[in-house]
């Protein structure tokens, strides 16, 4: 599970983080809408919406955009109407890939992503094609440095977690969605210090295309992310470190 996103931290460090934050405040701004449509608008008792407020937070989305995003989930602004469609397929050399967008208008989603799969040569397939390869996760990250894995595993279990492990500069920590804020806050009252948290689908098996698929593949996942109405990507393509290093 290590390294999860690590394509996407790597695609960040290669000259597109401009590309991603021009268009980050939108997808957050969708995020929160839809969580405070769901949950209401009270960041206390809606953990989807506090998780998406934090992140929101983080990336220094302005108090004011937060607050109009919250009210238009609730009512009290008006806005576009968006639905959440999660889209499945597969890349080169068969890996699979989820899609998970927020969008009001379905029909122009789809098209535009049958698009780009079949672009990069991959296609769009079928509800269910690849869902059952991914578990929607909790992961907490804290810093390695200063930290014993040790004591952390056995706070970690203690506080609910399922598992940790060692991505190098981070220690990526586990648990179902529905107590990830609790095994954070025990953490955290414990001393450690919480760097992230996020929900997320993890692929439970993963794939290792060759490095003519892995170029392929990269070039479809980032022009999938680029799409307005993606809120998130996940593949079970594993990628070998010097590649994803030169890529």
Request: net charge negative.
């Amino acid at each position: 599970m290590a390294g999860h996103s690590k394509w996407k931290n790597i695609r960040l460090q290669k000259g597109k983080a401009d590309i991603i934050r021009g268009k980050l405040f939108g997808k957050l701004s969708r995020e929160i809408t839809i969580a405070a449509k769901m949950g209401g608008g009270v960041v206390d008792s809606n953990p989807r919406l506090r998780l998406a407020v934090e992140k929101a937070r983080s990336s220094s989305m302005p108090a004011d955009n937060i607050k109009r995003a919250i009210q238009k989930g609730t009512g009290e602004l008006g806005g576009a109407e968006y639905e959440e469609i999660t889209y499945e397929g597969y890349g080169p050399g068969g890996v699979a890939v989820l899609v998970e967008a927020a969008t009001d208008n379905r029909n122009r989603t789809v098209a535009d992503l049958r698009h780009l799969f079949s672009k990069h040569g991959g296609n769009l397939g079928e509800n269910g094609s690849v869902a059952w390869q991914f578990a929607r996760t909790g992961i907490l990250t804290i810093p390695t440095e200063g930290n014993d894995e040790d004591a952390l595993l056995e706070a970690v279990l203690e506080a609910g977690g399922d598992d940790l492990e060692n991505g190098g500069e981070n220690f990526e920590i586990t648990a179902t969605p529905d107590v990830l804020s609790d095994v954070r806050a025990a953490l955290e009252a414990q001393g450690f210090t919480v760097t992230s948290e996020e929900v997320t689908m993890v692929a439970q098996n993963k794939l290792q295309p060759d490095t003519a698929q892995s170029t392929q593949l990269l070039k479809l996942l980032d022009a999938i992310e680029d799409h307005d109405d993606v809120q998130n990507v996940a593949t079970n393509a594993e990628f070998d470190d010097a590649f994803l290093e030169n890529a």
